[in-house]
């Protein structure tokens, strides 16, 4: 009589991974927070599919249904809520996007000191290859340097600067932890958009006798600036 052989039992593996997420937080009134919301998008459309993003309440008392209401009305915007923060979670019911808690800016820094062996951590990231359409290079730590170009629909996000020696010709967003001071250079710009500390402008707002030249982008108070360079 043939032995009966039991399945092999397959263990379930977890890993850990981190992303970095848009925070929306609305103002009232709503409605004209999300006209706001509708004239980015009509610049830059598609900007946020694909991208986690949470949504922090913790400036508005809204009921319920209001919640929930703004939570569908994002998504009839393609932008879908992973969580929420800053309320009560008896306001929220099973079918709204989970309670979050204990975010933290990306530039906070292990509370544990580092062992003295410990080589120190780079704040610099140095790309020597082009970062090519759909790619999207993400490092909190400090600034970017690419030798190459950054293609269409490619991103670069940093916590300090962003220098590209090469066309710009995707997204770069620069001062993500809240760095101000943060500066933007290319060799050539093109860019679909250019973000610093969270003030950005979309191709359709750079000044057209840029295009094609070498230029930097800096913040001036809430207000981006962008000049050619010598």
């Not at 949504?55 to 929930?68: F, G, N, P, T, V």
């Not at 090469?166 to 050539?188: E, P, T």
Request: glycine share 10%; charged share 20%.
């Amino acid at each position: 009589m043939d032995a009966i052989v039991e399945p092999t039992r397959q263990m379930v593996r977890l890993r850990g991974r981190s992303y970095v997420a848009f925070v929306f937080c609305p103002v009232v009134p709503i409605v004209g927070w999300l006209e706001e919301l509708d004239a980015t998008l009509a610049r830059s459309p598609g900007f946020f599919v694909g991208k986690p993003v949470v949504l922090d309440l913790s400036a508005l008392d809204l009921s319920q249904s209001a919640i929930a209401h703004l939570v569908t009305s994002l998504e009839q915007r393609n932008i879908r809520v992973l969580g929420i923060e800053g309320v009560n979670s008896g306001h929220l019911t099973k079918s709204l996007p989970p309670l979050l808690t204990g975010g933290r800016h990306c530039a906070l820094k292990p509370s544990e000191p580092a062992k003295p062996e410990a080589k120190p951590k780079s704040t610099s990231l140095l790309l020597e290859s082009p970062v090519r359409s759909g790619q999207s290079v993400v490092f909190t730590e400090g600034d970017v340097t690419v030798l190459g170009s950054v293609g269409s629909g490619a991103e670069i996000v940093a916590g300090g600067s962003i220098h590209i020696y090469g066309a710009l010709r995707g997204r770069a967003m620069a001062g993500v932890n809240g760095n101000s001071a943060a500066r933007i250079f290319c060799q050539k710009i093109e860019a679909e958009l250019l973000a610093i500390d969270g003030y950005y402008q979309t191709a359709e707002e750079i000044d057209p006798s840029l295009r094609n030249r070498p230029a930097q982008a800096w913040l001036e108070g809430d207000i981006m600036k962008i000049t050619a360079l010598i």
